[in-house]
């Protein structure tokens, strides 16, 4: 890879893809082509420009000082685009699902984002993001409380019977260990 390549892995030279956005040479055509030059505005620790593309109310929330902490800190690994609906030069709205790949101290990590956008003045401008996580687990079985009747049938509460049972083949296996 070159290292006239643009962060956000478009595969074209930075001055042929987000430099003339981040300069503000040229608005974003896009919602894709903003998510883009964001991205490479983090890796580039061009927080002003985060900011002058973030609609009014993610303004007002916006913490310039922490985004720049974070930007400094992170090695920015690349970008996926996973979706993306509307958001072309004819639309009004649209949303971008993406991973940002990055680092920090050795430790990778993944935002995973459904961001959406919208025309602000004729320009593009993020308008708010849901992160995405992991699926919660979900236990299969009721959870049995401590009060309760031990499952094993023995009459006992859960407490004096399995549940201290449990406990000591626990504290038997980390010592063990």
């Known amino acids: 890879m ?11 030279d930075f001055d042929l893809c987000c430099e003339p956005y981040l300069m503000e040479r040229l608005p974003a055509p896009t919602a894709e082509a903003l998510m883009r030059a964001r991205y490479s505005a983090y890796a580039l620790c061009s927080i002003d420009y985060l900011y002058k593309t973030s609609g009014p109310r993610v303004r007002k ?11 400094e800190s992170a090695e920015w690994n690349g970008i996926e685009i996973l979706a993306v609906e509307n958001g072309g030069e004819q639309d009004e ?11 920090i101290k050795d430790t990778p ?3 995973h984002e459904k961001a959406q956008f919208a025309k602000v003045g004729g320009e593009w401008r993020f308008i708010d993001g849901d992160v995405i996580g992991p699926e919660p687990i979900r236990r299969e079985t009721p959870k ?18 399995c549940a201290t049972l449990e406990a000591n083949a ?3 296996t980390e010592n063990n260990t």
């Open 2 to 12: 070159s290292d006239n390549n643009c962060p956000c892995g478009s595969g074209r």
């Open 61 to 71: 929330e916006f913490d310039a000082e922490g985004s720049k902490k974070w930007a």
């Open 93 to 103: 709205t649209g949303m971008i699902e993406f991973i940002a790949h990055y680092t």
């Open 109 to 111: 990590f993944d935002h």
């Open 144 to 161: 049995i409380g401590r009060n309760d009747p031990c499952p094993c049938g023995s009459g006992k509460k859960y407490k004096k019977c």
């Open 170 to 172: 626990e504290t038997a």
